[in-house]
């Protein structure tokens, strides 16, 4: 059963569309990498996905449940990370992510372990706000992975970390986590060394479809022409 | 369900307790009123119906400051986002913030009523006080109710702070009213008198039926 | 197809204030207290009373709209209330004119139906600044609709609490029609009529207004595209999504 199964999605804000006639499939434990302009509806398409945001036309379906009626049985088991943390700056990393088990019926086990794989056990107890953006971002990713997702849905989730900590979260989020994976990205080298799929955007309509081995850079560059 | 408002008041709580946003500022709104109140009415003691009005609208006014921080965490740092993503019943929000506001309102009232009955009552607050107790109860569940969702409703908004008040002061007059009258008779000079039962079944089913309203209603304020 | 019967219901609405004030100025009788201020009475409660039906009729619109997310009934929703916001300053006036006439001051915080009428006033008068001061035309819309089922329900709720805690002076005329003798009655019923006529061909009116504009932008956009059009400014009305619109739905795709 494919993962994502999305057919002539639309979506509207007020008269301006933001998304129009975008389809796309994707395999399980695929990478799905979108690429283009600032604008272009990847944000859109993403939050989509999420169940964050209704579909105005055409079908979406994630992990098998079609959007929106059945969107409550894909929110378990996708994970986001966006451009916000989504994340309470007062509090600490640790309540945090308890807060976040405990929405997910999740284990207290899971936050030391999701901690102690982003490195930021050291630092735990102490307010986010006091963290500096890298390391808030890295226990963005362990909100993110805390409830064993089988979908991710990550917009450019590399921005904000050194090497380091890239190294650090790819067991989590990168190619070899397992997990299907829809990227959005900004960096048509690496961007597309991860990809198995690749989705190009422009205006909110679908300018490049295909698979990534068939897919030379040149191409992605001519989006953002 | 119950699992979920438990994780959400954790939260709120113990955000409230790092930050102290709401309720010293509540209380000490309140206190200050009082005093201004002494000062614009130029009387040194109240009893009856200007006592439960001037309790009555402070306890409103003081109450708009609690409504207008009541989601502004969330929205500002994405906590509507994290919990839309989460599999749980989504009036457990609605649930748990009108619960939060409710307790922000009985801990600050804890030092208001009693400030009033320094500051300004002329009869004996220990007088009134079972009943009082009853209306206060009555009186702040229909404004935990409607501050929730007014709050719901305004803090995605660009006049947020401004709003958020105008929207709730129409619909919280009937609390205003049913509150003040039940209060005034417990709160007159020479020995109370019981509450009129009409001012409390008025409370509750202000209270009831707006609690279903915003029960039915709220799920559409925070999805997309 | 929006304007369809608009003629036939204006003139339906003149034809019925003609005979509407004919019956006041010569058919109803004067009254023995209040004399000819009374006739205000015609004029000021049916604004009252359609004011307030109108307010309860955005709220049941606003349920649809919640119900369907079709935009149309945002669009519905959103005119009803701007209508009977404007029937209720009407009223406010009115009854402002009347209260002077007869009590001698211009407000009476003795009556409770004025009092809560004003309380209504001024929830729903926060109606347009909480669509303007929304920019998503979706949540717009979505929130809109909450607010008004919200102050729809308020409505009676309001009329309840304020009549308890007031003592009741506001002038009998409608305690039952048998108070009314038969003349005034049936001029009351005859304003009563205009004026929900009246109410309808301006909600009439303004919708197809609304849509009109709808379609024609509509329209300019197939013509000239989506990147010579001006933004459309900020505003307190519902945008109809093109869509929605039955006259360009079939055309949608064919400028791609």
Known sequence: MPALEVEGLARHFGEREALSGVSLTLAERQTLVVFGPNGAGKSTLLRILATLLRPHAGSVKVLGSSLPDEAWAARGRLGLLGHEPLLY????????LR?????HDVGEERVAEALEAVAISTRAAEPLRNLSRGMVQRVAVARAVLHEPELLLLDEPYSNLDPAAIELVEPLIGPSCGRTRVICSHDPGGGLAEADAVLGLRNGRVALAANANEVQPSQIAELYR | MRRTVAALLRKELLVEL?????VPGMSLFAVTTFVVFHFALNRNSVDGDLAAGILWVTLLFAAILGINRLFVADADQGGFDAFLLAPVDRSAMLIAKALTLMAYLLAFEIVA?????????????????????????LGDLGVAVIGTLVAALAVQTRARDLLGPLLALPLLVPIVIGGARA??????LGHPTAVPGRWLLTLGLYDLVFGLIAYALFDFLLED | MYGKGLRALSIATVAAFAVAFGLVFFYAPLDAEQGFLQKIFYLHVPLAIIALCGFVIGGL???QHLRTRDSRWDMRSYVAIHMSLIFAVATLIT????????????????????????IVFLLYATYQPLRFAIEDPERQSRYASVFAITAGAFVPMNFIAVRLSTAYLHPRVLGSTSNLPGSMGLTFVVCLIAMALLYATLYKYELTAKHTRSQVRALRRKLIGETGMAPRPRSAAPTLHPTSTPATSTAAGASR
């Open chain 1, 99 to 103: 807060f976040h088990a405990r929405l």
């Open chain 2, 113 to 137: 009523v009693p400030a009033f009955g320094l500051l300004l009552l002329g009869p004996s607050l220990g007088a009134a006080m079972p009943d009082l107790l009853l209306v206060l109860l």
């Open chain 2, 18 to 22: 790092r930050t102290l946003e709401s």
């Open chain 2, 183 to 188: 209060s005034s008779p417990l709160l007159a």
């Open chain 3, 95 to 118: 009854g402002s004119i009347w209260a002077k006439g007869s009590w001698g001051h211009w407000w009476a915080w003795d009556e409770p139906t004025l009092v809560s009428f004003l």
């Open chain 3, 61 to 63: 619109l606003a349920i």
């Open chain 1, 89 to 96: 700056r007062e509090l600490t990393a640790q309540e945090n």
